[in-house]
């Protein structure tokens, strides 16, 4: 509804507006005499309605007639924080009775609302009180409609109150946790080690760092914050990083309050680098699950290989009949293809080139900074880091399971004279969700390949091109095949544009992954083939593109699958050598001060997250935003050698490890309390104790704003931004598994795992 507000507002004689409403009485109080009783208030009435004072509340006068909205009563002025709760409380009456609608809305075109309930008022005075979350942050307004009635009225109200509210899902989710929280899995002994205390004390807190023996180590002073919107609550921070200390079983102490135990020294970023990049193994389709190489705990059959009950993927056509058309038009194909292998996609068994291409170009990235940095002597190029089936087969461990992914998105393309040939198809899943637990080989249901598309082809081709460079001295067959395939690819992709993934709401089976825009796929593809090829051409069609001298990075997430210009500025900058030197600048001072804020941001944060949410909360997958900011951060440092930049990604794991409102790790295996029962139909141990639960190394996606399954709708309500997710199984919207998130956490992992 669009409410206008009358272009001149009367206030009663005995209404004075005073300057700033926010010079509140009590404590976090918005409301300047919500009671009443003093001199002055913030209110206002509009024209036809008159106010007094009456016995210490606000009286309304208000004439029969009119819609709702024609009468109104209000207060301007309201500054609120997007995601944050607040409490709004008042008490009404009507004489005669009727309803009055109470809104705090945006003081402005569209007149938005925050919050909007209609009360049906009567003569003895009723209480409101109501908890709601802010969603935007443009000036706000509480306002009353009092119109809309048969006959006059009075509409008295008292005791108005608005304050910013620890929520519901704040106070259920974080029981369990300590308020002094800390990266469990422990900080290194010379980088920044800062704890986060919920408390809403004014004045700082003593603190100590005790060890494993109980001597207190160090000590200091707390700083206090006040009140985190993202946590709901008011918090402290405390810095101990001077305290260069090493061992186990260290803990934190603040306000009576004590930490979980963690390590100082013995950074476990070797050891998450192994299992981030064994559980991409684990994710594999179309092979056993072996004990050779991996946990008995996780032996399983080959999925998908056509072998009953599975239909797939050795011989799949195109989606066809109603949904088809729907969704694609005219659109059809009557070729089959072997699309076995690949990894699955996440807790389902969809397999989508989009994610797939990002992901494989992320973990490939790791193995040529290792490349690029080092010598070669990191264990990131080794033959012998995972614990997969090629380990020592020669071939870098890296490189071997890139490969898995990178034949079967070879597989995705449309065959030689058929229609749209050398696209790839945007996916391939089952033509209808299965339920959980389903282990891949137990997938009855028939799969199908969705139309191409030109993001897919663009991606497939960056992907290609890249492996087609670092295998060119290890196999140089398959580093040929890649080129031919990225550079047919990408003509096909130029041929055709807007040929886009549409949405569906995921009704068919399998993730949308719509997206519109193609423009920053081609920009990558166009990166990778100048950086594979050198040749000039793709570099004058990376500067042509839109995003060639853009801002592509943002705080709420650098780049993720559907938004790749930011990955393409990553790799142009940490190996665009034969570019001109004054692109090389430009490049490199667009990666730097894409850093630079983010420290900023990170400073700001009494947690230390390299993230800003956005005015929905948290998204989809927020942990893995993060860490994807925290590869903008690594390549800043990989280029300038400051160590600011090295910090700033130490202290970002800090908040994925425990350092968050919940006191929770978000990798399963690592730290005292971790995430265990992510969204996935085989590591499916909450439903069916017979089946393992994630690996160690299993990333969950984290905090989302947008309640989307019915978990978190049911139990997340309220939820201050950092709450809003919850350790079940079933809330694939906060807690699922995916290739693109556990991707930049291998890659993260490994940086830290190597810079020094
Ligand atoms: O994380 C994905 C989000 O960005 C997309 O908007 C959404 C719809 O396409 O899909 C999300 O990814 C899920 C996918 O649909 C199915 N596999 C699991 C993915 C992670 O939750």
Known sequence: ?????????????AIVAIASPLLA?????????????????AFWASDGVTARRDDGRLCLTVPAGGEPWDRLAGMNGLRLTPGQSYRLGLSLSSRPAGPVTVRVQRDGEPYSAHADETIEAKPVASTVDKTFRAVERQPAQLLLQLGGQDLDRTVCIDDVSLTAAAPAGTVTTSTTASAVLVNQSGYFRDGPKRATIVSDAAEPLDFQLVDADGAVVAEGRTRPVGLDPNAGVAVHVADFSDAEVRGEGFRLTAGGATSETFPIGLATYGRLRVDALSWFTLQRSGIAIEPGFADPAYQRAAGHLGLSPNEGDTDVGCLDGAVARSLYGDWRCDYRLDVSGGWYDAGDHGKYVVTGALSVAQLMSAYERGIAHGGGASPVVSDTLGRLPENGNSVPDILDEARWELEFLLKMQVPDGAPLAGMVHHKVHDTAWTGLPMLPADDPK????????????????????MGARLFADIDADFAGRLRQAALTAHAAAIANPGLNAPSSDGMQGGGDYSDDNAGDEAYWAATELFLTTGEAGFLEEAKRSPFWGSAVFAPQGAYDWANVAGFARLQLAAHGEQLPAADRRAVTASVVSAARAMIEVQDLDPFGQVYRPGADGYSWGSNHAMLQNMTVLAAAYDLTGQAGYLAAVREGMDYILGRNILGLSYITGYGAHYSQNQHSRWYARQLDDDLPPPPPGTL??????????????????????????????MSWGTNEMAINWNAPLFAVASFLADAR
């Open 700 to 729: 969950a996606g984290g905090p989302n704003g947008t309640l989307l399954d019915d978990v978190a709708k049911e139990k997340l309500q309220g939820c201050a931004p950092q709450a809003c997710y919850i350790d079940d199984i």
């Open 25 to 41: 009485a009590g404590p976090g109080e918005m409301v300047a005499d919500g009671g009443f009783s003093e001199g002055s208030d």
């Open 446 to 465: 028939p799969r199908a390949l969705h139309r191409p598309s030109t993001a897919a082809t663009y991606g497939f081709a960056a992907a290609a091109a």
């Open 1 to 13: 509804m669009a409410l206008r507000l009358p272009a001149c507002l009367l206030f009663s004689t």
